[in-house]
C-alpha cells in the first residue's frame, strides 16, 4: 500500500492518478464520488448557512466562512470532503486555518479550487494548523 506525503496540498489530478495506480479502487472510488456526483450537502458562504439532503457528506464554503464553521453548521458529523472556493485575489491573504474543522469527526480531504491564477506554493502558505489529520487537495480552474 503506497502512503502519499500529508502536509503539502496535492493537485487532486495527480492524487487521483496516484490511487489509480497504485490499486487503491475503494479509495479512488469514494474521492470520485465525493468529488463528481450529487449528494447532500452544506453550503456556507458569506454568513449563510444552507442544507440540502438528509445527513450530507460535502460542504462547500469560502474563505470567508471557514472561521465560523464550528459554530455555525450543525450537520457536520457525516461530513467527509470540505470544498473551499478562492474567488478573488484577495482570498490569498487570508489564511485557512484547519483547526476550523476540528469539529468535523469524519472530514477526510479539504478541496480547494481556485479560480484565480495563482500557484500550488501560495495556496500550500494559506494552510495554518495543518496536524495531516485531512488529505489537502486543490484544483487551479481558471474560467471553468
Known sequence: MT??????IENVDSYLTN??????????SNLKHLLYDLQSAVYASSGKINSYGDQPTALFTDNNSINSLNTTVTAKNDIEIATIKIEKASDLNQSIDLNSFSGFENLKYIFLISEIDTTPSVI?????NNTSKYILLYKISIGG
Open 3 to 8: 502512503n502519499f506525503s500529508f502536509g503539502q
Open 19 to 28: 490511487l489509480e495506480s497504485s490499486g487503491q479502487d475503494s479509495k479512488l
Open 124 to 128: 500550500n502558505n494559506l494552510i495554518k
